[in-house]
C-alpha cells in the first residue's frame, strides 16, 4: 500500500498512562518504528510532544477511549494535526491484544490513509459544549428531584400532582410551603391556590387531605433548597452561554426560525455542531455523524436493520425534543411530515425522520446564510396531486362502509 503520511504516530490512551508508536522513514526504503511510554501527567505529556515534534510527526492518531483523550488532544491540536478516530473503524480486525501492538497497527492505518479522522469542534465551540452539556443535566438533577417530592407526598397520602400539572407551579408551591410550616387544614390550603387553579379548590381540598407529619416536613424541605438552588445553578449557566453566544447570535436567530426549535433548543444545536459547516460535506453528511438517519445494513442482498447508529446524545435528545414540538405545530412542513410517517412507521420513527429534516435544513442555513423556509401543511397533498388524495380519502371512506357521493364545491 502506498504511504500516505511519512511521519506519523498513534497514541493508545489509558488513564494513568499513553503508548505512543512512531513511524517515520527509515534507512533505505525500510520505514522506522518505535514505541515509547508517558504518564498522563502534564509534565510528561510535554515531554512527550517535544519528542514527537523532534521527529517531524505532521499526523497523530488517537482513540477517544472515554474523556481520557481530551488532555492529550488538547496539547497537541496547536503543534501538530490530530486525528480523533472512531474505535469501530479498527476493531473489526481480530488480534492485537496489548497496548503496544494496538498503538502500532492504528499507526500503521493511519500512515496509509484507511482511517478518517473524527469531528471535534475548536475551542469556543467546546466551551459551550460543557455549558449546555451541564445545563442538560441540571435540569435533569431537577427533574429526578421534583419525582421524588412527588413520590414523598405519595407517601403521606397528599395527592396534589393528580390535580396540577406542576407541582413546582405557583398554587403548588404555595401549599407545599404551607404544609411544611404546620398547616393542616385542607381548606385553608386550598384556599391558596392561584388564578385559574382556584376552579379547583374543592377537588384541592380532597387532595391535601392526607398523613402530612414532621418527617414529612422535613424531606420536603430539604428538596426544595435542593430544587432551588439547581433552578439557580441552571439561571447562571443560561447567563453565561447568553454572553458566550453573543458572536453566534445570527446563527441562534436563524435556528429559532425552524418550528419546534426554541432558544434553548438552538443553544445546543449551535454547540454541537458548531456554526461553520465545512467539516460536513453535505447535509446528509451531518444527519449521519450526528446518528439521525436510518442505519444501511445489507447482506447477500437483503437489508437487515434499519436502526440508527448511537450518534451524539446530547444532539439527537435536543433534536428529538424539538421535533415532538414541530409535530404539534399549525399547517407546517414538519407536521405534515410527521403525520404522513407516523401512520404508516409510527411515531417513534417519524419523530426520527422529522428530527432528521431539521438536521438538514440547519446545514442549508448555515452553509447558505439563510432563514428557514417552510413548505407548507399542504405539501404533499400538491405534490400527490388533488385527485390522487382524493382517491385515497374515498377509498378509505368505502373500506369503513361509508357510501360516497361527490360533488365539486365549484358547482355548488
Known amino acids: 500500500m502506498d504511504v500516505v503520511h511519512e511521519r506519523c ?11 505512543v508508536c512512531i513511524r517515520i522513514p527509515g534507512p533505505g526504503k525500510r520505514r522506522r518504528k518505535e514505541v515509547r ?9 510535554l515531554a512527550m510532544r517535544d519528542w514527537l515534534l523532534a521527529e517531524g510527526i505532521t499526523v497523530v492518531g488517537m482513540e477517544a477511549t472515554g474523556s481520557y483523550w481530551k488532555p492529550v488532544f488538547y496539547l497537541l491540536e496547536n503543534d501538530i494535526e490530530c486525528w480523533l478516530l472512531n474505535a469501530r473503524h479498527m476493531k473489526n480486525v481480530p488480534g492485537r491484544k496489548t497496548d503496544v501492538a494496538d498503538s502500532e497497527w492504528i499507526c500503521k492505518m493511519v500512515e496509509h490513509g484507511l482511517v478518517r479522522p473524527s469531528f471535534v469542534p475548536p475551542p469556543e465551540i467546546r466551551q459551550l459544549r460543557d455549558l449546555t452539556r451541564y ?27 393528580a390535580v396540577v400539572s406542576d407541582l413546582l407551579g405557583k398554587s403548588a408551591r404555595a401549599m407545599l410551603e404551607a404544609l411544611i410550616a404546620g398547616e393542616r387544614d385542607p381548606r385553608v390550603l386550598a384556599e391558596m391556590a392561584k388564578a385559574d387553579m382556584r376552579a379547583k379548590r374543592e377537588i384541592l381540598a380532597q387532595a391535601l387531605t392526607g398523613r402530612f407529619t414532621d418527617h414529612h416536613a422535613f424531606l420536603a424541605r430539604t428538596m426544595l433548597y435542593r ?19 453573543a458572536p453566534l447570535r445570527r446563527q441562534a436567530e436563524l435556528l429559532t426560525t425552524i418550528p419546534g426549535v426554541s432558544t434553548r433548543f438552538a443553544e445546543v444545536i449551535l454547540a454541537e455542531i458548531g456554526a461553520d459547516m465545512a467539516r460536513f460535506p453535505s447535509a446528509a453528511h451531518l444527519a449521519s455523524w450526528a446518528g439521525m438517519c436510518p442505519g444501511n445494513h445489507e447482506a447477500a442482498g437483503r437489508h437487515t436493520s434499519g436502526r440508527s447508529r448511537p450518534g451524539d446524545p446530547w444532539l439527537k435528545g435536543a433534536l428529538g425534543l424539538a421535533a415532538t414540538a414541530a409535530a404539534r405545530s399549525r399547517d407546517t412542513y414538519l407536521a405534515a411530515r410527521y403525520k404522513r410517517i407516523a401512520v404508516r412507521r409510527g411515531k417513534k ?17 448555515f452553509a447558505h446564510d439563510a432563514e428557514y423556509h417552510d413548505l407548507g401543511g399542504d405539501y404533499f ?3 400527490t396531486g ?18 360516497v357521493s361527490l360533488q365539486s364545491a365549484e358547482a355548488v
Request: hydrophobic share 40%; aromatic share 2%; glycine share 4%.
Open 381 to 383: 397533498v400538491q405534490r
Open 227 to 245: 430544587i432551588d438552588a439547581v433552578t439557580a445553578t441552571e439561571a447562571r449557566i443560561s447567563e453565561e452561554l447568553t454572553r458566550q453566544l
Open 386 to 403: 388533488r385527485a390522487r388524495q382524493t382517491r385515497r380519502l374515498v377509498s378509505q371512506l368505502n373500506m369503513l362502509g361509508h357510501q
Open 349 to 365: 420513527r417519524a419523530l426520527v425522520a422529522v428530527g432528521h429534516t431539521i438536521l438538514r435544513s440547519v446545514w442549508h442555513m
Open 135 to 161: 445545563r442538560t443535566e441540571v435540569i435533569r438533577e431537577r427533574t429526578r428531584e421534583a419525582q421524588r417530592l412527588e413520590k414523598l407526598l405519595e407517601d403521606a397520602g397528599v395527592k396534589l400532582s
Open 9 to 19: 504516530a498513534e497514541i493508545d490512551i489509558g488513564k494513568a498512562d499513553v503508548k
Open 37 to 45: 511510554t508517558f504518564s498522563t501527567m502534564t509534565r510528561d505529556l
